[in-house]
T-cell receptor, first 117, second 111 residues
């Protein structure tokens, strides 16, 4: 396995259009995260899946954002009616299941850079 | 609650040491440290889980003071390859492994 892969790597879209990104996590990882990163900032948490269940979604996310992980494997992030403020790097990360006493590292993908014009 | 990192930027000469601090106003379950080079994905360095825990990898180590909700990353005898932006991420108790990252500390090591 070569790690977390994201597709596409770059996306330019016109304001108002819908976009969908895909993330393929490391195969045995049941946890999957979506983050957004803008220039000069750290990754900002968007949402988190454990298997196919979406356990948490950031309050910062508007209703235009939706994420799915239908079979507990790959995940998609859709942004409807894109706005210029959505321009950012969208990062996906995955990790092994942790336990109450042990957290596990997250492996990040290379990200999808979205530019809304 | 985003953790606060300091300093925001630092320039070192090869061989010098640096400390990057991370603090939170909330009780922490764990602290995660990542390094990101320009145009690349963040790469895991270490996780600290217990109060007073210290970890190390090569010449990079970290401490976590659970009572003070603070963590520090120590870079010893810096190398050119250490250049990048260092992020601390914090996880609150009951946070479902949701990690909130600081804005990062940009480290540049020069010859």
């Amino acid at each position: 396995d070569t790690g977390v892969s994201q597709d596409p790597r770059h996306k330019i879209t016109k304001r108002g259009q819908n976009v969908t990104f895909r993330c393929d996590p490391i195969s045995e990882h049941n946890r999957l995260y979506w983050y957004r990163q803008t220039l000069g900032q750290g990754p900002e948490f968007l949402t988190y899946f454990q298997n196919e269940a979406q356990l948490e979604k950031s309050r910062l996310l508007s209703d235009r954002f939706s994420a799915e992980r239908p079979k507990g494997s790959f995940s998609t992030l859709e942004i409807q009616r894109t706005e210029q403020g959505d321009s950012a790097m969208y990062l996906c990360a995955s990790s092994l299941p942790g336990t109450e006493r042990m957290n596990t590292e997250a492996f990040f993908g290379q990200g999808t850079r979205l530019t809304v014009v | 609650q985003q953790p606060v990192q300091s300093p925001q930027a630092v320039i070192l000469r090869e061989g010098e040491d640096a400390v990057i601090n991370c603090s939170s106003s909330k009780a922490l379950y764990s602290v995660h440290w990542y390094r990101q080079k320009h145009g690349e994905a963040p790469v895991f360095l270490m996780i600290l889980l217990k109060g007073g825990e210290q970890k190390g990898h090569d010449k990079i180590s970290a401490s976590f003071n659970e009572k003070k909700q603070q963590s520090s990353l120590y870079l010893t005898a810096s190398q050119l390859s250490y250049s990048g932006t260092y992020f601390c991420g914090t996880e609150m108790w009951g946070g479902y492994q949701k990690v909130t990252f600081g804005i990062g500390t940009k480290l540049q090591v020069i010859p």
